[in-house]
């Protein structure tokens, strides 16, 4: 699978060479590229209508929050790595599929810290509508372009954006129903803050023997091609 997905890389590299130099990595047996804002729309279009790619289907769009990424909340642990340098606080993150090819990509866009906006992808995979909403309402990242960008998950009037890094993990306000004034009422948070589970990236080392084992067969397979391509060529 990495030496296929090796190979994706390459291709899709060259075939974006025209609009940009894009930063590609293979880990873990899937491909991510880095994208810039000002080109996102123009490399989609390819991936989308390039015969080889066909990314045909939208998987997944979201934001992330990369603040204090790679820091640990508990400075006793001795397995937390230092914090990984960063080109900015959010990105945009696209999961697209090849449903004739049978392969994936992921699009990684890196956003403004201050107004973090990139442009929507709903005009090319119309699926992409609701998670981009999600994305707004939860990290509010702005997608120009997006024909109906509200809120999709938390109440009307809320204030805030949950899955930002700086967001009370109790909340701001509770929510509860008022028998005499037949309502929901909104009451200051009266839960006590408190981190228990420190933020510690550790390397996932359980497909490492799986992962191992392929590679090994994937360089036999192809040593005994090569094999069988130089006996036939003497013959």
């Known amino acids: 699978m990495s030496q296929y997905y090796s190979e994706l890389s390459e291709k899709v590299t060259a075939k974006l060479a025209p609009i940009e130099a894009i930063s590609a990595t293979v880990a873990h047996g899937e491909l991510t590229i880095e994208v ?3 080109n996102l729309i123009a ?17 997944d769009v979201c934001g992330v929050d990369y ?9 006793g642990d001795s397995k937390s790595s230092a914090a990984k340098k960063i080109p900015s606080r959010y990105a945009s993150v696209c999961h697209l599929l090849s449903v004739t090819n049978n392969h994936r990509i992921r699009l990684r866009t890196w956003l403004d810290n201050d107004f973090p906006v990139v442009d929507s992808i709903v005009g090319l995979w119309g699926g992409a509508n609701w998670f981009e909403r999600e994305a707004f309402d939860m990290l509010g990242i702005l997608y ?3 024909p109906d960008l509200r809120r999709i998950l938390t109440d009307y009037g809320f204030i805030g954006h ?3 890094k700086d967001f009370p993990l109790v909340g701001q306000v509770e929510m509860r129903y008022d028998a ?4 929901v009422v909104y009451e200051p948070v009266t839960l006590e803050e408190r981190v228990n589970i420190p933020r510690v990236i550790v390397a996932d080392n359980r497909y490492a023997e799986r992962e191992l084992a ?11 091609a090569s094999v069988q391509k130089e006996s036939g060529d003497k013959a």
């Open 162 to 164: 949950p899955l930002r």
């Open 36 to 38: 810039s804002k000002e």
């Open 180 to 183: 005499n004034k037949q309502r």
């Open 144 to 146: 120009s372009g997006h």
């Open 214 to 224: 392929a590679r090994a067969q994937e360089a036999a397979e192809a040593q005994e």
């Open 43 to 59: 490399v989609c279009e390819i991936l989308k209508d390039d015969s080889e790619l066909a990314f045909d289907t939208v998987v």
């Open 67 to 75: 603040s204090s990424y790679g820091v640990a909340t508990n400075s």
